[in-house]
Nanobody, 118 residues
C-alpha cells in the first residue's frame, strides 16, 4: 500500500514563501509522476505542479514563475517551493503519485492547509 505524508502548510501573509514536502512510502512500481494539487473552498481540485519520472515538469499557469517543484535524491520525496504567495493560493494542498502500468494508479496524501492572508 502506498502512503503519502505531506508537511509544511501554514498561515502566511501575501508575498511570503512556504515549502511543502511529501514523502512516499510503500511498494511503488512503474512510477510515472509525483505532483501537487490544491482545492480551495467551493472549487474543484486542480493541478498545481507535477514532475515526471524522467524529470520534466509542468505547472498551472497561475503559479508559473512563483512555484517550483523538485524531488529528493531518493525520488520518494517531492517538494513544492511557493514564493510570492497570494491570497488566491489559499487551499488544501494534496500530494499525488501516479504509478502502475500506463499510470493506471493514483495515491493521495491527506492534504495540508495553506492560508495566505492579505
Amino acid at each position: 500500500q502506498v502512503q503519502l505524508v505531506e508537511s509544511g502548510g501554514g498561515l502566511v501573509q501575501a508575498g511570503d514563501s512556504l515549502r511543502l514536502s511529501c514523502v512516499a512510502s510503500g511498494t511503488i512500481l512503474g512510477r510515472n509522476a509525483m505532483g501537487w494539487y490544491r482545492q480551495a473552498p467551493g472549487k474543484q481540485r486542480e493541478l498545481v505542479a507535477r514532475i515526471f519520472s524522467y524529470g520534466s515538469t509542468n505547472y498551472a499557469d497561475s503559479v508559473k514563475g512563483r512555484f517550483t517543484i523538485s524531488r529528493g535524491d531518493a525520488r520518494n520525496t517531492v517538494y513544492l517551493q511557493m514564493n510570492s504567495l497570494k491570497p488566491e493560493d489559499t487551499a488544501v494542498y494534496y500530494c499525488n503519485i501516479n504509478y502502475g502500468a500506463l499510470g493506471s494508479l493514483d495515491a493521495w496524501g491527506q492534504g495540508t492547509l495553506v492560508t495566505v492572508s492579505s
